[in-house]
């Protein structure tokens, strides 16, 4: 494999330690599979409500989302999206009459460049789904500032590659990359094998509000 990419096999033995992680802290992560067996037919799915600043919100100050809208409780983009069950899918109390955004994140595994890939849906209280302006415009302003000259090549709408349903999408031209100085120095340091996803989703989701808890340190690095 090219330096800072990760094959299909170690893609899917990461998403499971990430998973085993997230369902010991709650943290609402869950595995989709659509295509069984197929590289790039699974993926990791995470779903959220973030502010418009782009800052997750805190469960313990918040209401259920069916108590704070009047909709229903449907599938998102073909997934099932039961909101009794994710403690994650909720309001908190101030932004019940303001304005918010609900998003959904997948993380797929790209056969093209053979990293992983983020998509995300945000969509409006009333259901309907959020512009490419507007998604950029709650970016963190420390990254519009940095991103600015490539920001419609690295935030871009493209088709889901397995429902076939549009998203927004981190373009992973850049992620081999990236990747590879990290990759490099946990091969030099003799510390095992770095958990790629865990590395990777800390760097690149906090553009789009997807932040992970420090405690997912504790599967950074795998032996």
């Not at 993926?43 to 782009?54: A, C, E, H, N, T």
């Not at 415009?137 to 935030?155: A, E, N």
């Not at 100085?181 to 958990?195: A, V």
Request: net charge negative; charged share 25%; glycine share 6%.
């Amino acid at each position: 494999m090219a330096a800072g990419t990760l094959t299909w096999c170690r893609f899917k033995d990461e998403a499971s330690q990430l998973l085993r992680h997230s369902d010991r802290i709650k943290d609402g992560w869950e595995w989709t599979e659509v295509e069984e067996d197929q590289a790039g037919g699974s993926f990791l799915v995470k779903k959220d409500v973030i502010r418009p600043v782009g800052e997750r919100v805190d469960v313990k100050d918040c209401v259920p989302l069916e108590e704070a809208e009047d909709e229903d409780n449907s599938d998102v983009l073909g997934v099932e999206y039961n909101m009794e069950e994710a403690d994650t899918n909720t309001v908190p109390c101030e932004l019940k009459e303001t304005e918010y955004y609900r998003y959904q994140y997948h993380v797929l595994y790209s056969t093209s460049y053979s990293v992983p890939v983020l998509y995300f849906i945000a969509s409006r209280p009333d259901g309907s789904l959020a512009s490419l302006d507007e998604v950029w415009s709650i970016v963190p302003g420390s990254f519009q500032s940095r991103l600015q000259d490539d920001r419609w090549t690295f935030l871009t709408q493209q088709e889901h590659p397995v429902l076939g349903c549009p998203m927004f999408q981190l373009h992973p031209c850049h992620t081999a990359t990236m990747m590879q100085p990290l990759m490099q120095e946990t091969q030099d340091k003799d510390r095992g094998s770095c958990n790629y996803l865990v590395s990777w989703l800390s760097s690149v989701g906090p553009v789009v509000g997807l932040n992970l808890p420090l405690s997912y340190a504790q599967i950074g690095h795998v032996t």
